[in-house]
């Protein structure tokens, strides 16, 4: 009997050891890297575990896949769950039954989170990994940087997608005080020594911080308003263009009329011989064909526009004068448009058109009982000049001391 109660023993002496090795197996198997492991006897004693494994981290609004292997069972189906969970929860991400982790729109508060696999058909039998999760990559789409009224300081609007609190804008790599309107909008305050361009990243904070795309910003130091450039440009021009307003913003208003004034004269051509044939039989079209191609398009437009107003004083007409006489008589005001009035009354009482127009044109000298011809002086002193009465400064007549003018 004593030898049996000995074998008995021996047995389960045996018996113990072998359960406390395949326990020690089950704590080892829970060790590695990022998986967590455990399970019960399965057929012929074995032990099922389960081991997942992923990527180490998931940035918001991302996905991660996670897969699960279940050792010593014939079954490798299993239910995931996260922070014990299963299918997870908006708050700290979602999985699928294949194991695909989709992020939460924010960072949750318990970072990093658990993704755990439970064996259905040994559901003691479980495996489990730390999951960090990070904020996105942000992305640029629209950067747009606005002069705070004529000043070196730009409130740079930045919009995309992926932006969180404390997000930050870089300029040239330098971080800027950045106000978070969105996850698709930024701004800061930014002020340049002078205009020019530069690189505008943003970049987002921990967890999982990360930098944006580079995108190129123009910062352009305006010295005129819109409202001023466009007031200049309807008094100076026959009308603005968006360009031009950017141009007189850039310039400054001062330097447009410089450069209007040193522009050279934009001249109308000679009407060809023979003419185009819609001018064939009446040469008027092509003449003002050739006026409105200036007037609209030359660079020249302070010029064209004092001509124009000349035009209007110094009165010629195709009604009566040749066409080819009237573009060289637009050519001389044009030329004229910046000298001083003597040198266009000059050159008008000279010109082949008003010789033409007001009857100087073999214009004889009177005979006996007849009187010369006044249309041209009279136009003079009518029209061109100060009129036929002495004005004071304000325009009112001069008057006697009767009160006649």
Not at 94 to 122: D, E, H, K, R
Not at 339 to 368: C, E, H, I, R, W
């Amino acid at each position: 009997m004593a030898g049996i109660a000995t074998a008995h023993r021996s047995s389960f002496v045996a018996r113990s050891l072998a359960a406390l090795s395949a326990g020690c197996l089950i704590v080892l198997s829970g060790c590695g890297a990022g998986t967590f492991t455990s399970g019960t006897g399965g057929s012929g004693g074995s032990v099922v575990t389960v081991t997942v494994s992923g990527a180490a981290s998931t940035r918001l609004g991302t996905t991660s896949q996670f897969s699960a292997t279940v050792a010593n069972s014939t079954s490798q189906a299993v239910t995931w769950k996260v922070n014990g969970i299963t299918g997870g929860s908006t708050a700290t991400g979602t999985i699928s039954a294949t194991g695909l982790y989709t992020a939460p729109s924010t960072v949750p508060s318990q970072n990093p989170i658990t993704i755990s696999a439970v064996s259905v058909a040994t559901p003691t039998a479980s495996g489990t990994f730390s999951e960090a999760i990070w904020n996105p990559v942000p992305t640029l789409t629209t950067e747009t940087a606005i002069e705070n009224g004529l000043t070196t300081s730009f409130l740079l609007d930045v919009q995309g997608t992926g932006f969180v609190p404390g997000a930050t804008i870089e300029v040239s790599g330098t971080p800027v005080a950045t106000t978070y309107v969105s996850a698709t909008e930024l701004q800061a305050t930014y002020s340049v020594p002078s205009s020019g361009t530069a690189l505008v990243t943003v970049m987002n904070p921990n967890p999982g911080s990360a930098l944006s795309p580079a995108a190129a910003v123009q910062f352009t130091i305006y010295k005129a308003t819109v409202p001023q450039a466009a007031r200049l440009l309807d008094q100076a021009t026959f009308g603005p263009t968006a360009a031009d307003i950017q141009h007189v913003q850039t310039v400054g208003l001062d330097a447009y009329i410089t450069e209007q004034l040193t522009a050279p004269p934009t001249l109308l051509p000679a009407i060809t011989v023979p003419p185009p044939t819609i001018c064939a039989t009446n040469l008027i079209p092509c003449e003002q064909s050739e006026w409105w191609q200036a007037a609209l398009t030359a660079n020249d437009q302070l010029r064209q526009r004092v001509a124009f107003a000349l035009s209007e004083i110094f009165v010629v007409s195709t009604n009566s004068i040749n066409s080819n006489a009237v573009i060289t008589f637009q050519n001389v005001l044009a030329n004229d448009a910046f000298g001083n009035f003597q040198t266009v009354l000059k050159d008008v009482a000279t010109s082949t058109a008003m010789g033409a127009y007001l009857n100087m044109l073999n214009s004889n000298k009177p005979g006996n009982g007849q009187i010369a011809n006044e249309n041209f002086a009279r136009e003079n002193m009518q029209l061109f000049s100060i009129g036929l009465n002495l004005l004071n400064q304000d325009g009112t007549p001069q008057l006697d001391a009767s009160g006649n003018m």
